[in-house]
């Protein structure tokens, strides 16, 4: 398994992230634990949760992810394989602190309460979840409104935050920040307040992105290549579109759509477009699950893809997309596509 330096830290993580946010809704602990096993005996080192997996987040399922992780480190004792990132929610969740915004106080109570689920003493990148301001992520890009924001309220907020931040970096309990669902302007203002205060500085932005979905092709993919701020680019299989299991409006039992009862990703355009590159694939010879996280790991601000599963099936054909090569005529034909395509979901 390849590996990437995660931002300007000593750190290396593997090039596929093992995602895990359906373990305790959608999955048992003991899948999660054969995900864990399966995913670190392919070469993973990298894997990804957060305060409110599982999902869909709820009083019920939160948390729980975090404690089928801790509960496998207990088990097995190889903490020390693993870089562990996690998130706290970015607001608005009534089930988490009544919904309130991550500031000071709420992530040293959020990184505790992490420690204690994952049974570990310290997590190698702790993330923001999404802005509290404010966001075009999600389903947000339609009604994105940023002239409502305040900025000296935006601003003192990531001041705020950063303080915290290098207090517990300071203490161990974090090595490295990221962001995830952030803008370009967003990561501007975390990287200069840091610089200018001696906070810690972002090593990584957690974004949606596939063939699907490539808003960091533009604005973003300049800020990261110059600031060293690589993409850990999630839903890379558009929630399970790109697969084709939802062709024709099928809805198959058990799939997150039929779990979470629809999905936003699904509609008229993405349908037209994800055939488009499943028949692209299947001309070339590719599995379509496996093109669309190749073309993922070529993009040049790419640090990982993180893949997530419902079984043991599943995740063994997305691994194997560390050893799919695309050709020049397989690239061309993406773009091709995507200009037909450039905003489906």
């Not at 090593?203 to 092709?217: C, K, T």
């Not at 039929?258 to 055939?275: I, P």
Request: net charge negative; hydrophobic share 35%; charged share 20%.
């Amino acid at each position: 398994m390849n590996t990437r330096r995660l931002g300007r830290t000593d750190i290396h993580v593997s090039e596929l992230c093992l995602g895990t946010m359906t373990w305790g809704s959608q999955n048992t602990e003991a899948e999660g634990h054969r995900q864990i096993d399966m995913a670190l005996e392919a070469g993973l080192n990298f894997m990804d949760t957060a305060e409110l997996y599982a999902v869909p987040g709820s009083p019920q399922t939160s948390g729980r992810t975090e404690e089928i992780i801790g509960s496998w480190f207990a088990s097995s004792g190889k903490r020390d394989k693993w870089i562990l990132a996690s998130k706290i929610a970015g607001g608005g969740s009534k089930h988490i602190r009544d919904g309130r915004r991550p500031d000071g106080e709420s992530i040293r109570l959020a990184v505790e309460q992490s420690l204690s689920r994952l049974r570990t003493d310290y997590i190698d990148l702790y993330q923001i979840h999404w802005p509290s301001r404010g966001h075009y992520n999600f389903d947000n890009s339609w009604t994105y409104a940023p002239q409502k924001q305040q900025t000296a309220d935006v601003l003192g907020n990531i001041e705020d935050m950063l303080e915290t931040l290098g207090a517990l970096v300071q203490q161990g309990k974090i090595r490295h920040i990221g962001v995830s669902n952030e803008t370009t302007w967003g990561i501007t203002q975390w990287l200069r307040i840091a610089e200018a205060k001696g906070l810690p500085r972002l090593v990584s932005v957690q974004n949606e992105y596939s063939l699907l979905r490539r808003h960091f092709d533009l604005d973003l993919a300049e800020l990261s290549h110059h600031e060293d701020v690589g993409l850990l680019a999630y839903s890379p299989l558009a929630a399970g579109i790109l697969t084709g299991k939802y062709a024709d409006g099928t809805v198959p039992p058990g799939s997150r759509a039929d779990y979470q009862g629809g999905m936003w990703r699904l509609n008229e355009h993405s349908e037209a477009a994800t055939q488009a590159y499943i028949a692209l694939a299947r001309e070339h010879g590719l599995d379509p699950v496996q093109m669309a996280l190749a073309f993922c790991l070529t993009r040049p601000f790419l640090t990982s893809v993180i893949v997530g599963a419902t079984s043991t099936e599943q995740l063994a054909t997305a691994l194997g997309a560390a050893d799919c090569v695309l050709s020049p005529d397989v690239l061309a034909g993406i773009e091709a596509i995507h200009r037909r395509y450039p905003r489906p979901i």
